[in-house]
């Protein structure tokens, strides 16, 4: 089973390369609680850069329903939604 730190940097590597595309104006990373407060409370300023780089709001929430290994991004683009789940299965 993959780590919370494995997993967090899955999750904001997800959401850098969908801010790379310059598509989004919004996203949001749903992931497992543990996931979701690794990434806010130590890779802070990881979330603010992004933000920052690729001109957009970026948001994690928690998701109890989703185990370590998935993620859900929510992308918005001028008031449009679609949403991506991701799988990472360790090899």
């Known amino acids: 089973m993959r780590s919370v730190e494995s997993s967090a940097l899955r999750l904001l590597r997800a959401l850098e390369g969908d801010g790379v595309t310059g598509h989004f104006s919004e996203l949001a990373g749903y992931a497992p609680t543990a996931v979701a407060l690794y990434v806010l409370n130590q890779k802070r300023s990881a979330l603010a850069a992004l933000e920052a ?39």
């Open 53 to 91: 780089r690729y001109k957009m709001a970026v948001s994690v929430l928690e998701d109890n329903t989703l185990i370590p290994l998935i993620f859900v991004l929510n992308k918005s683009k001028i008031g449009l939604w679609c949403n991506r789940m991701s799988m990472f299965f360790q090899p």
